[in-house]
Nanobody
Framework: QVQVVESGGGSVQTGGSLRLSCTASGLTYRSSCMAWFRQVPGKERESVATIYNNGVITGTDSVKDRFSISQDNTKTTLYLQMNSLRPDDTGMYYC?????????????????WGQGTQVTVSS
């Protein structure tokens, strides 16, 4: 059984930094990608950054040059380094691990999800 657990959220002021971590356990295959999503109340969950098993990284425009996604050598731990945080970065951040034989994208059914970690940025 695959379990995904995030950590590292918290409250910071504008311009601050946080590092999120995510550990996936129970994987018996190499996931096609791991990703960070975020959601604020009343809005759809949005993709923040994705790292594919070939090393390709994609990210939403609003976080480019501020956020950095990475993995450890085992490809089971995912990180999101967030710098120059802004109030509009506030939200619940979720780690997602692609299911076996699933392509990465925005369909929630393609992933195993963590419970989320809250990030709050105050002005």
């Amino acid at each position: 059984q695959v379990q995904v657990v995030e950590s590292g959220g918290g409250s910071v002021q504008t311009g601050g930094s946080l590092r999120l971590s995510c550990t996936a356990s129970g994987l018996t295959y190499r996931s096609s990608c791991m990703a960070w999503f975020r959601q604020v109340p009343g809005k759809e969950r949005e993709s923040v950054a994705t790292i594919y098993n070939n090393g390709v990284i994609t990210g939403t425009d609003s976080v480019k040059d501020r956020f950095s996604i990475s993995q450890d050598n085992t490809k089971t731990t995912l990180y999101l380094q967030m710098n120059s945080l802004r109030p509009d970065d506030t939200g619940m951040y979720y780690c997602a691990v692609a299911r076996l034989s699933k392509t990465c994208g925005n369909s929630p059914d393609n992933y195993y999800w963590g419970q989320g970690t809250q990030v709050t940025v105050s002005s």
